[in-house]
């Protein structure tokens, strides 16, 4: 089966799998502004009082930490499933000591990637079955699934454009080649057909403060 399956979903919503808090997720390809729109909520909730943990992942804990460095910068191959069984097992500490406490607590998670990455990035971008890497980060994180998932989209030509410009060295997956990208890109917006109430699907070219506004309308009335 592929991401497109419109059969219903299994996992729980994050509110009903442990507590008050949200937990909100921001995706999409690399140089589609996900940091930047993460930093304009996490300063958006806390002027409004609100408790806010920001995560990422990988690299969320002192583990992922060390798994980051293996999937973003190991130089040489590394197999596609061994790939995706690092990104669970990030997953499934990150989730156990960083956001289901925090969820417990009444706080908003905000949070740099999730499972919906590795559904594109190792289902789509690396040919495996989408249904299994997704099956394997559900199983990772007793079923949680975000409140709010933020998809910034962007033409991977127009994501590497904005990569160039900032002069950095590439990790290995924004090294790949376009068609890795493009087949990255589908893999999310087929996600976000999937699942059009738990998605905000933003065009990434508009200005960041348009796209800020639509994300806090989005988490307002997810607030209430």
Do not use: C
Not at 39 to 52: A, P, T, Y
Not at 171 to 182: G, I, P, Q, S, V
């Amino acid at each position: 089966m592929t991401v497109e399956d419109t059969r219903p979903l299994h996992a729980p919503r994050a509110a009903a799998a442990g507590g008050p808090g949200l937990f909100v997720t921001f995706e999409g390809g690399d140089g589609a502004g996900k940091t930047t729109q993460a930093s304009l909520l996490e300063q958006w909730v806390r002027s409004g009082g609100r408790d806010v943990v920001r995560t990422r992942e990988p690299g969320g804990t002192e583990v992922g930490v060390r798994i980051r460095d293996i999937v973003l910068h190991h130089r040489g191959h590394i197999n596609a499933r061994a790939e995706a069984l690092l990104y669970a097992a990030d997953r499934a500490h990150h989730v156990e000591t960083v956001v289901q406490p925090a969820i417990a607590r009444g706080d908003v998670v905000i949070q740099d990637r999730y499972l919906d990455s590795s559904v594109a990035y190792q289902g789509a971008g690396r040919v495996l079955d989408a249904d299994d890497v997704r099956a394997l980060s559900l199983w990772a994180t007793d079923g949680l699934l975000p409140d709010l998932t933020v998809l910034l989209d962007l033409d991977p030509t127009a994501a590497r454009a904005r990569l160039d410009a900032d002069d950095k060295p590439f990790d290995r997956l924004e090294a790949e080649k376009n068609e890795f990208h493009a087949r990255v890109r589908d893999g999310f917006l087929a996600l976000a057909r999937r699942e059009p109430e738990r998605f905000l699907v933003l065009d990434a070219t508009e200005a960041p403060e348009v796209l800020a506004a639509r994300v806090r309308d989005a988490v307002t009335a997810r607030l209430r």
